[in-house]
Nanobody, 124 residues
Framework: QVQLAESGGGLVQAGGSLRLSCAAS????????MGWFRQVPGKERQFVAA????????WYLDSVKDRFTISRDNAKNTLYLQMNNLKPEDTAVYYC?????????????????WGQGTQVTVSS
């Protein structure tokens, strides 16, 4: 019904920057929340950031709040995550996700749609 496709991951040194993109296609929703999660092997999927598809409200994981910025381009059906001052502990597979309502925005299981993930690796 809704397809999400992440891109922009790669290998960077600590202190570097990356911008992730998430392109939505299919019968996309015009309201709700879009977010970014990340996961490393053996660990639970972790909330990173989220934004309402309309309005200005955003949410961030505390450890990335001063370094990452989530944004959107509604006309292009695209979500972005600008990541600055990357640290080795940011290394993970990053997933784009969407949900139709405005509840439980930091909970992975609350989301309705997921992308395939893009690898981000930060070397020390």
């Amino acid at each position: 019904q809704v397809q999400l496709a992440e891109s922009g991951g790669g290998l960077v040194q600590a202190g570097g920057s990356l911008r992730l993109s998430c392109a939505a296609s299919g019968r996309t929703f015009s309201s709700g929340v879009m977010g970014w999660f990340r996961q490393v092997p053996g660990k639970e999927r972790q909330f990173v950031a989220a934004i309402r598809w309309t309005g200005v409200t955003t949410w961030y994981l505390d450890s990335v709040k001063d370094r990452f910025t989530i944004s959107r381009d509604n006309a292009k059906n695209t979500l972005y995550l600008q990541m600055n001052n990357l640290k080795p502990e940011d290394t993970a597979v990053y997933y784009c996700a969407g949900k139709r309502d405005f509840q439980s925005v930091t909970v992975a299981r609350a989301y309705d749609y997921w992308g395939q993930g893009t690898q981000v690796t930060v070397s020390s």
